[in-house]
């Protein structure tokens, strides 16, 4: 399994672009990154997957550099609605994955 | 249907009293999940079904037999429950085994001991 570290918390304002950096050293070959978003009395909502460079859909970015240590999740330009529990999972064929503690973001107006 | 359903939304039982949490999906996924979710913690693995079969049981207690009846719909009896148990219970499926093909989760149930 893929240990992942994620800050506990960010704040951050209406409008602002969120950066969440996950590290995960002992990441395997054929490991995937994915991010899911949570609210509260919620599950968690897939956000993006990514296995090495950049991806990019409608609600997010993720970056990841090429030794795939660690990844990064943009959200461009957050509104309130983006205030949530971010958590990143690091895993392939591994379907005994967990979670970590996740990134708690909170956006103020 | 893109959508994990689960049912009920909330539920508060005794200690002797026998339950159970259902979940559906209609995806065409073939693995499925439970989970369970305390205030502030993340998500812990209980079971994995895989081909509705049982491939995890991570250690769970006996008063959560889990059943998995067809490949669109898991359930999750409950009995004898403790306090401790009250918690969110999220179901997830994938469209095979593993985090590489993303999870879809439902919105759990909201379970109360008392």
């Known amino acids: 399994l893929a240990k992942t570290t994620q800050p506990i918390s960010m704040d951050s304002y209406e409008g602002q672009e969120v950066n969440i950096t996950c590290s995960h050293n002992n990441i395997a070959t054929n490991d995937y990154i994915t991010w899911y978003q949570q609210f509260p009395s919620q599950g968690p909502r897939f956000i993006i997957q990514?296995?090495?460079t950049k991806v990019t859909n409608e609600v997010a970015s993720l970056f990841i550099p090429a030794d795939r240590k660690s990844s990064t999740l943009s959200l461009p330009r957050v509104s309130l609605s983006d205030t949530a529990v971010y958590y990143c999972l690091v895993g392939g064929n591994d379907y005994k994955l967990s979670f970590g503690a996740g990134t708690t973001v909170t956006v103020r107006a | 249907d893109t959508e994990v359903t689960q049912t009920p939304k909330h539920l508060v039982m005794g200690m002797t009293n026998k339950k159970s949490l259902k979940c559906e999906q209609h995806?065409?996924?073939?693995?499925m999940y439970w989970y369970k979710q305390k205030a502030k913690k993340p998500p812990e693995l209980m079971f994995v079904y895989s081909y509705e079969k049982l491939s995890i049981n991570e250690s769970v207690p006996s008063r959560f037999s889990p059943e998995c009846p067809n490949s669109s719909l898991l359930n999750l009896h409950l009995h004898a429950l403790q306090p401790e148990d009250s918690a969110l219970y999220l179901c997830?499926?994938?469209?095979?085994?593993?985090?590489?093909?993303?999870?879809?989760f439902g919105s759990g149930t909201r379970l109360t001991v008392v």
């Open positions: 995806m065409g996924h073939r693995a």
């Open positions: 990514g296995y090495k």
């Open positions: 997830a499926s994938s469209q095979d085994r593993g985090a590489d093909y993303g999870y879809t």
